[in-house]
């Protein structure tokens, strides 16, 4: 596709329930990005992917989250045992290269998740 | 806590106005890069200026970087309506390349 795509694009989950969240990049991307926005902030970075490899998780809020990338295209963001503060939109986002090139990364649509 | 900060948190301004929104970040970085975002939308990449530019132009946009003072701004001018906007800063520092720290933002409105 032209772009990033996100799905669902909106995911109420009952506080317990574990969700997954899906990213399709730009195909050819090597990084990919997620990240969670709270309304009305900046988005804060979760995790970073660079083709399969997992190279930086330090944004994951607790261990309930977990984000793969088996094939180093498709990744997928799942979240066990949601809880309220789960509550916002989590986007993803690709670039062509990573590490410490200066590439621009683009953005999905985003996943808007809210916790009941 | 976020690495870049984007002042002022709001602005409005009337269109044809010109706009300027500065963003402060604290460590040494290896780039910094403006976005838009559209209420309920995606981020939309604008301009990406590296560390050793110290200004860059796109169409109506002009960004400017001083690393001696750890600041950036992004000036609109001719606003548009359709120039209001959540625009926000990233920074790719220098200690952990890869990974963009953005600021709150600061919410544009551009009154027709």
């Known amino acids: 596709g032209a772009g990033v795509s996100q799905s669902p694009r909106y995911k109420v989950a009952k506080r317990g329930q574990d969700v997954a969240l899906r990213c399709d990049p730009i195909s050819g991307h090597v990084s990919l990005f997620w990240y969670q926005q709270a309304l009305g902030q900046g988005p804060e970075f979760l995790t970073y992917?660079?083709?399969?490899?997992?190279?930086?998780k330090s944004g994951l809020p607790s261990d309930r989250f977990f984000a793969e990338r088996p094939e180093g295209s498709v990744s997928t963001l799942k979240i066990q045992r949601t809880q309220q503060e789960d509550s916002a939109v989590y986007l993803c986002?690709?670039?062509?290269?990573?590490?410490?090139?200066?590439?621009?990364?683009?953005f999905g649509p985003g996943t808007r998740l809210t916790v009941t | 806590s976020q690495q870049g900060e984007e002042d002022p948190q709001a602005l409005s301004i009337q269109e044809g106005e010109n706009a300027t929104m500065n963003c402060s970040y604290k460590?040494?970085?290896?780039?910094l890069q403006w976005y838009r975002q559209n209420s309920g939308r995606g981020l939309v990449h604008l301009i990406l200026?590296?560390?050793?530019?110290r200004e860059k132009h796109s169409g109506r946009l002009r960004v400017t970087l001083d690393t001696s003072k750890k600041s950036s701004s992004l000036l609109i001018t001719a606003s548009r309506a359709a120039d209001t906007a959540s625009y926000f800063c990233?920074?790719?520092?220098?200690?952990?390349?890869?990974?963009?720290?953005f600021g709150d933002g600061t919410t544009l409105t551009v009154k027709p």
């Open positions: 986002a690709s670039s062509l290269g990573g590490g410490r090139s200066s590439y621009e990364q683009y």
């Open positions: 460590t040494s970085i290896n780039n």
């Open positions: 200026i590296r560390s050793n530019e």
């Open positions: 992917f660079q083709n399969e490899a997992q190279l930086d």
């Open positions: 990233a920074t790719d520092a220098r200690t952990n390349a890869g990974k963009s720290t």
